[in-house]
């Protein structure tokens, strides 16, 4: 018998097997949904076009941008307070790779596809494809590119007028020397949820009739941005600023002045955050910052949420993209580890925990593609009045429900790795810290659910009824089809049990409807996912794979909110409850 080698573990020597790094493959070749999908609904003298520019951009992500974003990891920004000679300058240094990524960004579009308009309807669907493959390489980059595109939507829906059609623009322009980034200063240290009695900021009209803001903005990220959009108060006759929700207004303010100074603004500090290590966010004092009101005046919060569509719309976008570069990665490590005799691939408990991370994300990726759908048909014109509610509705459901799968998912992904997953230099764990933000900002889940909860009150039952006759459509054109019977019984049912809730909590209290927003909306999400699973089982070109994606994802608990109703979760004795579990005192 021959003895093993031990000199291979002697002095510098370390052994022979090191494991092969997962490699990343271009994105869009490896999606089969995503490929799935735009052959499915795009008309085909675009898809072609569409294709072939994602597949580029999926070859540049490989081949550029993925070590870019990994640059802007290493290289966070930092805050130089003084120059050499002791002269205040708060000056934000971000790091090469991060001005790279504004300039690819302007270069491809990321923002300009979707007010170019070129694919009409589709223009949507195409920028947030080529965002969602771009995401999961892009150092964090899609943050400020949220914002500009929520900034663009906000100048496009108020109308052009100066100084806003400059700032449009530079903010959907393709060249990156004029190509503007833009902020969005929402949340103060009193409240980011409760903008409405959060907002300490007030606005001091000036001669010119332009006005200087005074305040303190807690959280404002991609802080190097060019302009931002804000909230502020006015002063009402006795000088004081008007409250509540209608004493918001909202301004346009330019950062910093010709010669690159901050205008009328100190940079306090830089925040200190668990991921999104990449964008810059700070804390700014305002002090005598040049604005322009641009909504009427008390129609701040109103004027913004355009904005938040969009940057909700976003944030959807980052979670589905998440999840499923955590899926190629790890499928492709699986085909590559070898344990207990065989590869991962081959186990099939491993794959198990797969295909139950890819159910979860297909659905998120098909809700996505929904509302972008309908985002594009609605800026063509081409929308009903259903649409437009069902728009409306769907995108804090999307962005509340898949900010949650995302960390899910993600840290599902991480475990594939074994101990890998948990090392730094792998590049994975950067994954999952950035996905545990996307159900923190823009709209905790909560206060998306109690958006979810106003918009539905608010329509006369108008948002509902466009929900059920959608979920209708989709179940409609499956039936007959035996091979997703159950699934569209399932989703049926789910429909069927909500609409009975719905009807009798609406005659309740609303502390009742408070207690079962979260459910609700997380009941609104399964469903219509089920539904968009269904349909995309029914297409011609569907595979056995769609089929059992969605026989999967409609065997779960479709409509929570009935039966945590039936175990009296909303009950008026719930709230004491609760609170007693929470804040139980010790004994000793
Ligand atoms: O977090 C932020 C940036 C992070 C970095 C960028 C990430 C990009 C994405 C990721 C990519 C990687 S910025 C901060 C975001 N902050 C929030 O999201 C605030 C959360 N709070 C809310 O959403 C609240 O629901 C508020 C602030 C909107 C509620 O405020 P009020 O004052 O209580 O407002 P009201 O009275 O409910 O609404 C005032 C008006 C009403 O219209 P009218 O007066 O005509 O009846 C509402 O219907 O605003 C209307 N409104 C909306 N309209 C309110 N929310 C909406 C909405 N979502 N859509 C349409
Ligand atoms: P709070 O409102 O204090 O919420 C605390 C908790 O209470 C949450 O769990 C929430 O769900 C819950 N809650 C609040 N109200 C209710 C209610 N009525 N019913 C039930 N539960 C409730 N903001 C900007 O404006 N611009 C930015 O650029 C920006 N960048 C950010 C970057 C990062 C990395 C982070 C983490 C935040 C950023 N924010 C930004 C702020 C972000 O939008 C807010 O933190 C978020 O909206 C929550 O507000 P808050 O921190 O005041 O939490």
């Known amino acids: 018998e021959s003895r093993p080698e031990l000199g291979v573990f002697t002095r510098s020597s370390i052994g022979t097997f090191f494991q092969d790094r997962p490699l990343l493959k271009n994105p869009f070749l490896e999606d089969a949904l995503l490929q799935k999908y735009l052959s499915r609904n795009l008309p085909p003298q675009i898809l072609g076009t569409i294709r072939a520019d994602l597949a580029q951009f999926g070859k540049r992500i490989?081949?550029?941008?993925?070590?870019?974003?990994?640059?802007?990891?290493?290289?966070p920004p930092r805050l130089q307070h003084y120059d050499a000679w002791g002269c205040r300058i708060d000056r934000i240094l971000t790091c090469p790779a991060w001005a790279r990524m504004k300039e690819i960004s302007a270069q491809e579009g990321l923002v300009a596809a979707g007010y170019e308009r070129t694919y009409g309807e589709w223009s949507r669907v195409f920028q947030m494809s080529k965002i969602y493959l771009y995401s999961p390489s892009a150092g964090l980059y899609t943050c400020p590119l949220a914002m500009t595109d929520g900034a663009a939507k906000v100048i496009e829906s108020l109308g052009m007028t100066w100084p806003l059609e400059k700032a449009f623009q530079r903010l959907t322009c393709r060249d990156p020397q004029r190509f503007w980034t833009s902020g969005q200063w929402m949340t103060e240290r009193k409240g980011g949820s409760d903008v409405a009695n959060g907002t300490e900021t007030v606005a001091l009209p000036q001669a010119d009739g332009t006005y200087k803001l005074y305040g303190f903005k807690w959280f404002t990220s991609a802080t190097d941005a060019d302009m931002t959009l804000t909230l502020g108060r006015e002063l009402d006759e006795e000088g004081f600023p008007k409250q509540g929700s209608k004493g918001l207004s909202l301004f346009y303010a330019e950062v910093r002045d010709e010669q690159g100074n901050l205008n009328g603004i100190e940079v306090q500090r830089l925040k200190d955050k668990l991921g999104t290590r990449q964008v810059p966010t700070a804390e700014l004092l305002l002090d005598g910052l040049p604005a322009h009101r641009i909504s009427?005046?008390?129609?701040?919060?109103?004027?913004?949420?355009?904005?938040?569509?969009?940057?909700?719309?976003?944030?959807?976008?980052?979670?589905?993209?998440?999840?499923?570069?955590?899926?190629?990665?790890?499928?492709?490590?699986?085909?590559?580890?070898?344990v207990f005799g065989k590869f991962l691939r081959d186990h099939a408990l491993h794959v198990q925990t797969m295909a139950r991370m890819e159910v979860e994300t297909r659905g998120a990726f098909l809700l996505l593609m929904e509302v972008c759908q309908l985002l594009g048909r609605e800026e063509c014109g081409l929308t009903s009045e259903l649409d437009c509610h069902l728009l409306r509705l769907l995108t804090p459901v999307a962005k509340l429900y898949t900010g949650k799968q995302a960390v899910a998912v993600v840290s599902e992904g991480l475990e594939c790795f074994g101990g890998q997953g948990y090392m730094e230099d792998t590049g994975l764990p950067r994954m999952l810290r950035d996905a545990q933000v996307l159900s923190i900002w823009e709209g905790t889940t909560n206060v998306l659910s109690l958006d979810v909860l106003r918009c539905l009150a608010k329509s006369n039952g108008q948002v509902l009824e466009a929900f059920y006759s959608q979920v209708k459509i989709k179940l409609e054109a499956a039936s007959g089809n035996q091979a997703l019977a159950s699934p569209v019984m399932a989703v049926d049912c789910a429909l069927s049990k909500l609409g009975q809730f719905v009807q009798v909590a609406a005659r309740g209290a609303t502390s009742y409807l408070e207690l079962a927003a979260r459910d609700l909306s997380c009941s609104l999400a399964r469903i219509y996912m089920g539904a968009l699973l269904i349909e995309n089982a029914t297409w011609e070109g569907a595979s056995d794979s769609d089929i059992y994606a969605a026989t999967r994802w409609?065997?779960?608990?479709?409509?929570?909110?009935?039966?945590?109703?039936?175990?009296?979760?909303?009950?008026?004795e719930t709230p004491d409850k609760d609170a007693m579990l929470v804040y139980e005192v010790s004994p000793h």
């Open 554 to 572: 409609c065997e779960q608990d479709l409509c929570p909110v009935v039966n945590n109703k039936d175990h009296g979760w909303y009950n008026p």
């Open 62 to 75: 490989v081949t550029e941008l993925d070590v870019l974003g990994q640059q802007c990891e290493d290289s």
């Open 296 to 338: 009427s005046e008390g129609r701040g919060v109103a004027s913004i949420s355009s904005m938040l569509t969009i940057t909700r719309i976003h944030n959807t976008v980052s979670a589905v993209a998440a999840m499923r570069r955590i899926i190629q990665l790890g499928r492709e490590y699986a085909a590559k580890r070898f």
